[in-house]
């Protein structure tokens, strides 16, 4: 199996990892070690052996889901929920600052 084939397989599996960018490359790098030892002992090994042996991408990423703390995974969730409530507050309160604008033009055209 070559080496893009390989990368291939880790780049669909952590892809599939729900946690932040940074632990997600952490896990692609454990997850290319596990598989260059199976591909040590198994040198000939192709795709379908890979999958046989980690089993689909989704299914290796629930597996390395497990290498994950839920503490952190729950703190990672809250983290980006209040980025998301901030980023909705920002672009609710630049709105409601353009229609206020539009309603002052809007007004001082009528006079």
């Known amino acids: 199996m070559n080496r893009l084939q390989t990368l291939l397989y ?29 591909l040590e ?17 989704a299914a290796f990423a629930e597996a390395l889901l497990e290498y994950v703390d839920e503490g952190e995974r729950a703190a990672e969730f809250r983290r980006k929920s209040w980025t998301r409530r901030a980023v909705v507050l920002l672009i609710s309160g630049i709105s409601l600052l353009l229609g206020g604008i539009c309603a002052l033009c809007a007004d001082h055209r009528r006079k």
């Open 41 to 57: 002992e198994n040198p000939g090994a192709g795709r379908v052996e890979l999958s046989a042996a980690f089993g689909e991408p």
């Open 10 to 38: 880790v780049y669909e599996t952590v892809r599939r990892v729900p946690c932040s960018y940074r632990r997600q490359l952490a896990l692609g790098r454990q997850a290319l070690r596990f598989i260059s030892n199976f």
